[in-house]
């Protein structure tokens, strides 16, 4: 077990709903409620140093409860290591804590998420689109937007 | 030298065939560069194949100075009022010319986010497919165009033609 697995446990154990490693990189289901301070221990852990956050995204699982899963990668420039973590968000009403207070690289990776999946990130100091345009409706990236809607702002000449 | 002219002092000819032949061999072309077909397009335009060749070598960025406007790569619907307004801004008489085959259909992308060929916004003249075309079909398409700008046709998608891929 890696020196990251093994201080996630240690320091979170009740945050986790599982850990492991997978493909040779370690990953961990955090509670959303949680992933603000299981962030800062990863970047401010003398053992740890994950100082560089990669990439936030999300997946719709329309089948399983709860529906979305918010994905962090974190990447150690001074230690090489990285790790994945994922937070369970629920459907109905999707809203996680923000990361733009530890990461300021956070705002625009958040903004797509809102973009594309509609999670909204409690805290984040602009969260408005960032890829569609303004009068877009829904969040194109969900499996229940449907694949054939088209929202044109110049009409179909023919 | 004495002009042979028929008498009463007139010239029987075809102005507009000359203005057609001045028109073909100065065409300035607005490269509207969007996505990977532009490095098709640049190096069409630079000197290996060099269409300069064909009196297009001098494209202008600005649209009110272009009489053809090129439109390189895939335009989402984001994209789709400013091409509309850059349209808009050119003068009389111009021309448009689909470069790719995401201009020309929407290409592979058929999603939320991409316009299904630019003919749904604005007129096209002649079509040149591929992903991305050579610049031998682009110089195709740029001599097919100069046909039609020859005959007097084109502006406002007078009939489609397309390079031959």
Same mark, same amino acid.
């Given at each position: 077990?890696? =020196?990251?697995? /093994?201080?996630?446990?240690?320091?979170?154990?009740?945050?986790?709903?599982?850990?492991?490693?997978?493909?040779?990189?370690?990953?961990?289901?955090?509670?959303? $409620?949680?992933?603000?301070?299981?962030?800062?221990?990863?970047? %401010?852990?003398? $053992?740890?140093?994950?100082?560089?956050?990669?990439?936030?995204?999300?997946?719709?699982?329309?089948? /399983? /409860?709860?529906?979305?899963?918010?994905?962090?990668?974190?990447?150690?420039?001074?230690? /090489?290591?990285?790790?994945? !973590?994922?937070?369970? =968000?629920?459907?109905?009403?999707?809203?996680?804590?923000?990361?733009?207070? !530890?990461?300021?690289?956070? $705002?625009?990776?958040?903004?797509?998420?809102?973009?594309?999946?509609?999670?909204?990130?409690?805290?984040?100091?602009?969260?408005?689109?960032?890829?569609?345009?303004?009068?877009?409706?829904?969040?194109?990236?969900?499996? %229940?937007?449907?694949?054939?809607?088209?929202?044109?702002?110049?009409?179909?000449?023919? | 030298?004495?002009?042979?002219?028929?008498?009463?002092?007139?010239?029987?000819?075809?102005?507009?065939?000359?203005?057609?032949?001045?028109?073909?061999?100065?065409?300035?072309?607005?490269?509207?560069?969007?996505?990977?077909?532009?490095?098709?397009?640049?190096?069409?335009?630079?000197?290996?194949? +060099?269409? +300069?060749?064909?009196?297009?070598?001098?494209?202008?960025?600005?649209?009110?100075?272009?009489? #053809?406007?090129? #439109? #390189?790569?895939?335009?989402?619907?984001?994209?789709?009022?400013?091409?509309?307004?850059? @349209?808009?801004?050119?003068?009389?008489?111009? *021309?448009?010319?689909?470069?790719?085959?995401?201009?020309?259909?929407?290409?592979? @992308?058929?999603? @939320?986010?991409?316009?299904?060929?630019? +003919?749904?916004?604005?007129? #096209?003249?002649?079509?040149?497919?591929?992903?991305?075309?050579?610049?031998?079909?682009?110089? +195709?398409?740029?001599?097919?165009?100069?046909?039609?700008?020859?005959?007097?046709?084109?502006?406002?998608?007078?009939?489609? *033609?397309?390079?031959?891929?």
């Amino acid at each position: 077990m890696s =020196v990251t697995l /093994r201080k996630l446990k240690e320091n979170f154990g009740g945050a986790l709903f599982d850990l492991g490693s997978a493909f040779g990189d370690d990953f961990a289901v955090v509670h959303k $409620d949680r992933i603000v301070e299981v962030s800062q221990a990863l970047r %401010d852990d003398p $053992d740890l140093r994950y100082n560089f956050l990669i990439d936030v995204t999300a997946v719709d699982y329309p089948q /399983r /409860r709860p529906r979305f899963e918010v994905v962090y990668h974190f990447f150690s420039l001074p230690l /090489r290591h990285r790790v994945r !973590l994922k937070a369970p =968000v629920d459907g109905s009403d999707p809203e996680v804590p923000s990361l733009v207070p !530890l990461w300021k690289g956070a $705002d625009w990776f958040e903004r797509e998420v809102w973009d594309m999946f509609g999670i909204r990130f409690a805290g984040h100091p602009d969260l408005r689109r960032i890829l569609m345009y303004d009068g877009f409706e829904g969040h194109p990236l969900r499996k %229940d937007y449907p694949v054939n809607r088209r929202q044109p702002r110049v009409g179909p000449r023919n | 030298m004495a002009l042979n002219t028929p008498a009463g002092g007139f010239f029987a000819s075809r102005l507009d065939r000359m203005i057609g032949w001045a028109r073909k061999y100065s065409i300035f072309q607005y490269p509207f560069v969007t996505a990977c077909c532009g490095m098709e397009y640049m190096a069409t335009a630079c000197s290996h194949y +060099d269409v +300069d060749r064909f009196g297009a070598g001098m494209p202008r960025f600005s649209p009110r100075q272009a009489d #053809v406007l090129f #439109v #390189v790569g895939t335009i989402s619907h984001k994209l789709a009022p400013t091409l509309k307004m850059i @349209y808009d801004q050119m003068c009389e008489p111009k *021309w448009v010319v689909a470069f790719g085959v995401c201009t020309c259909t929407g290409g592979f @992308y058929d999603n @939320y986010a991409t316009v299904m060929g630019i +003919d749904t916004i604005i007129p #096209v003249d002649v079509y040149i497919p591929g992903c991305p075309p050579r610049p031998e079909t682009v110089l +195709d398409g740029l001599m097919k165009l100069q046909e039609k700008i020859q005959m007097g046709g084109g502006g406002q998608g007078s009939g489609n *033609w397309a390079a031959d891929n």
